[in-house]
């Protein structure tokens, strides 16, 4: 069996879009019966948050869909870009920081920005709801959904995954 293909998602604290992306890739990954293909992960590139779990308001809008949000909160690190496959920044503040970390300019066709992978949603970057109220949560919820299912979509299609 070939090594499973690990996907990184990366934003500003690790307790909104990130985690959020993880935990419903992982769920779309499951339903799909890919488990053992496919690991994610996720990251922020601030320390402002390490160790905690999801934001409870995420959480909520998440749980309303039938997703559990998991994980704790860590900071990127030049390590990521050896570990994972695919980098998936959530807006191009993420997207240049991660790329700064990378000083050899060896990694950056690893890095891509989430919404690349939406298919009905027009976004370029997924909004930060942490400072808005609940329909800010519900949004981010749906965009990501969206993009998680184009980027399983576009994974399973890709030449290395079907290899």
């Known amino acids: ?9 990366v934003c500003l604290g690790n307790i ?6 993880e935990n419903i890739m992982q769920h ?9 293909r496919i690991l994610c992960d996720s990251a922020g590139t601030s320390s402002y948050h390490v160790g905690s779990s999801p934001d409870r308001r995420m959480r909520a809008a998440a749980s309303q869909r039938g997703i559990t949000l998991q994980g ?7 390590a990521d870009f050896e570990a994972f496959d695919l980098i998936l920044a959530m807006d191009e503040d993420n997207y240049r920081n991660i790329l700064a970390m990378d000083r050899h300019d060896r990694y950056g066709d690893k890095v891509r920005l ?16 942490y400072y808005g109220g ?6 981010v919820i749906d965009l990501l959904m969206d993009a998680c299912q184009g980027l399983l979509t576009q994974i399973q299609q890709s030449a290395e995954f079907t290899a």
């Not at 070939?2 to 996907?7: Q, V």
């Not at 909104?16 to 992306?21: M, N, T």
């Open 114 to 129: 989430m919404c690349d992978y939406a298919e009905h949603f027009r976004d370029r970057e997924v909004p930060d709801p």
């Open 16 to 21: 909104c879009r990130s985690p959020s992306a």
């Open 28 to 36: 779309l990954i499951a339903e799909a019966g890919l488990s053992d």
């Open 1 to 9: 069996m070939t090594k499973p293909y690990r996907l990184l998602f």
């Open 134 to 139: 609940p329909d800010g949560f519900n949004y």
């Open 72 to 78: 704790s909160a860590r900071q990127f690190t030049t």
